[in-house]
């Protein structure tokens, strides 16, 4: 029958329209924010800086490489290095981000500063209640403000924050197994005493 598609979709859409009245799982708005919505996984609003352990100065994966700065289209990141060098979460001496501030009332929360960090510093918040009454200086957000734990992290992406944490881990292992073999007096001869078994190297999890 001619127009029979075009009805069976205008009766498709009348049903949502009137269910999303009586059907709960039709519901499409909520009584913000008393009310919310369940989060999902994949949402995305602004980006966080990660830091490990309890000491987000000590723990942040940022190493002030610049590159998510270079690369933010809207040019919302400003990022200072630091003169000196600490520890990064591999171990490794590294600069730190003496500023790092974003500008969210500017960031299109592309993601592109995630996609580019080569340390799994930097990653996508699914917070949204972020109001204020200072429409400048409220919306720039400093290394401090920006800053949460990988709990956090795996509060809100379990799924995504799993697989970093095994791939630190591996790396980990990896620079691990490196140490004793840079540090490996020579070999010693074929009569010395027999050499203890190998430890497993294992990487920390967080
Ligand atoms: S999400 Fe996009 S716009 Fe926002 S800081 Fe990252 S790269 Fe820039
Ligand atoms: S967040 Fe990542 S890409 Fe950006 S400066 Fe830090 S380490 Fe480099």
């Known amino acids: 029958m001619v127009g029979e598609g075009i009805l069976k979709g205008l009766a498709e859409t009348a049903r949502n329209f009137f269910g999303s009245y009586v059907s709960k799982e039709r519901l499409t708005t909520v009584q913000y924010p008393e009310q919310r919505l369940p989060r999902i996984e994949a949402a995305r609003s602004f980006p966080f800086l990660v830091y490990d ?107 995504e924050a799993a697989a970093v944490d095994a791939a630190l881990a591996a790396e980990r292992a990896k620079a691990q197994a490196k140490k004793p073999a840079a540090a490996t007096p020579p070999a010693a001869p074929p009569s010395a005493a027999p050499v203890p078994e190998a430890q497993p190297v294992g990487g920390e999890s967080k």
């Not at 933010?72 to 001496?93: R, Y």
Request: with cysteine.
């Open 53 to 159: 352990g309890s000491d987000w100065q000590q723990g942040m994966r940022c190493v002030g490489c610049q590159i998510c700065e270079k690369e933010c289209p809207p040019k919302c990141i400003l990022i200072e290095k630091s003169k000196d060098k600490k520890p990064d979460a591999v171990g490794k001496q590294q600069f730190y981000p003496a500023v790092f501030d974003i500008d969210i009332s500017v960031c299109m929360s592309c993601q592109i500063c995630v996609e580019v960090c080569p340390f799994d510093a930097i990653k996508m918040d699914v917070d949204v209640d972020l109001p204020t009454d200072n429409r400048f200086a409220g919306l720039l957000l400093d290394k401090q403000q920006l800053a949460k734990s990988n709990e956090y992290y795996h509060g809100i992406h379990p799924t």
